[in-house]
């Protein structure tokens, strides 16, 4: 059995991770259990639940924890747009980590679908 940290969308995942919780360190301190707290939990929400889903009895559950973890993945992009936007961050700060975000939404959407298929 596959562990789920050789899942190249669970390496990716965790490397945005790391990515959201460098970039939130100089957010505002009075953000610490606002918007700090909210973009790392749903970026790290992501790769625990590819690692959760993939330890499930069925193909179905799998799928359902990859559709949670595309829905995290989309909240910490708006989370991310929303910083910038209040000049907690800078713009080129934030375009690379976005782009990295839908190449990881591509590979989850495709992972996903893939889950999906065996459960036909």
């Known amino acids: ?5 050789d899942l190249k969308v669970w390496q990716e995942g965790h490397a ?22 909210q973009l790392r939990r749903a970026a790290s929400s992501v790769p625990a639940n590819i690692a959760e889903g993939s330890k499930r009895h069925t193909q179905a559950d799998y799928a359902r924890f990859l559709n949670i973890a595309e829905g995290s993945l989309a909240e910490a992009e708006y989370f991310l747009i929303l910083a910038r936007d209040l000049g907690y961050t800078d713009a080129s700060a934030v375009a690379p980590l976005c782009e990295r975000i839908d190449h990881l939404a591509r590979m989850l959407h495709a992972l996903r679908a893939k889950v999906e298929q065996t459960t036909q």
């Open 16 to 37: 945005v991770t790391l990515e959201v919780y460098r970039l939130t360190v100089g957010f505002p301190a009075d953000e610490r259990y606002g918007l700090t707290s």
């Open 1 to 5: 059995m596959q562990r789920f940290t």
